[in-house]
């Protein structure tokens, strides 16, 4: 696939001299749906804004179809926008809220009904065109806003945190229709987006940022298995930090003790960060383990129970499914493979 975004060396500095984006660089293929992820104030909004005309960046270049297009008013972008306030006109229908932007441009009548019958029938809306959009529900109104955006055909469409204001059911089902529409319609979707299991759920490609830098991008599988750095395993799901070191290859220390892992390529004796998942550790009996402690608290989670184990050194997260009572003292192990390895960050 060809990059239909390309964001080069991108700064955006405000006045006082704060830097919401830190020279970040970036390409966006064509028909993927890419998330950006991170915590408030990380520059995911901001970035999507730059992409969208909304703002220009202090310093850098941005790329539409490989022409650069800084300065281009958003209006004249082939890209389109849905904001978490969905922005309908409450004194138009369903139906007008669609095809405003089609009269806007002055499309022939004929021509409108077609392709907002066609919007309607993509979000599941048909028999709602005459109806008020202060009488639908927020999911309703959430599917009039993209069928509005995705009615002028745009080949980029950005969503800026468009389910934030929905429930947590209808949430997810929105999650699953949006997917649907993208592959359905083979466009661009850049999403921002603060809930990591949204973006598990819905990306080709995942950019988490972090403080206006790019942490790491890579598909959800890769992201979750294979983070680059300690941020990047804690934000995206659960994870034990631990401080180490590599005394060599493919071994590592930490809480006095030493471990095989399948990490190579640091210097001897370098300090690293030791990630380990809490579904990857086995709770296997204290008077075969390395690792032993003391279970502080259980909480059923539906799946499995959640475990906060004391090590002493350490306090430590399990997922299992096996039941161990508050106060047992159990041993863990954890395979090479699921001991993660990063090189030390510093902080800017």
């Avoid at 998330?35 to 960046?57: A, N, Q, W």
């Avoid at 089902?173 to 949006?178: A, P, R, S, V």
């Amino acid at each position: 696939m060809e990059n239909i975004v390309s964001l080069k060396n991108i700064v955006v500095e405000f006045e006082d001299g704060d830097r919401i984006l830190k020279d970040i660089s970036l390409d966006i293929k064509d028909k993927e749906f890419v998330t950006f992820l991170g915590p408030s104030g990380c520059g995911k909004t901001t970035t999507l804004r730059i992409i969208g005309g909304f703002l220009e960046p202090t310093s850098g270049d941005v790329f539409f179809d490989g022409k650069r297009i800084n300065g281009m008013p958003p209006h004249k972008r082939n890209v389109n926008t849905v904001f978490q306030r969905y922005a309908l006109f409450p004194h138009l229908n369903v139906y007008e809220n669609i095809a405003f932007g089609l009269r806007v441009q002055k499309v022939p009548e004929k021509e409108i009904v077609r392709r907002v019958g066609e919007m309607l029938e993509l979000v599941n809306l048909m028999g709602y065109e005459k109806r008020s959009v202060n009488r639908l529900s927020g999911g309703q109104q959430q599917r009039v806003a993209i069928a509005r955006a995705l009615v002028n055909r745009p080949k980029v469409l950005l969503l800026d945190e468009p389910l934030g204001a929905l429930d947590l059911k209808l949430r997810k089902e929105m999650q699953t229709e949006l997917r649907k529409i993208q592959q359905a319609l083979e466009l661009t979707f850049v999403y921002v987006t603060h809930d990591q299991e949204e973006a598990l759920t819905m990306s080709d490609t995942i950019v988490v940022m972090n403080n206006g830098n790019i942490q790491q991008i890579g598909s959800p599988t890769d992201i979750y298995n294979e983070p680059e750095n300690a941020f990047v395993a804690d934000f995206i799901g659960e994870s034990n930090i631990i401080n180490g070191c590599m005394p060599e290859d493919c071994v590592v220390e930490f809480t006095g003790r030493r471990f095989e892992c399948v990490d190579k390529g640091f210097s001897p004796n370098e300090t690293v960060d030791v990630v380990i998942r809490p579904e990857d550790i086995k709770i296997i009996p204290a008077d075969q383990a390395k690792l032993t402690g003391i279970v502080e608290s259980v909480v059923f989670k539906g799946v499995h129970y959640e475990m906060i184990v004391d090590g002493v050194d350490h306090k430590w997260m399990i997922h299992s499914t096996k039941f161990e009572p508050v106060g047992a003292m159990i041993g863990m192990a954890v395979d090479p493979y699921d001991i993660h390895i990063m090189k030390k960050v510093e902080e800017e």
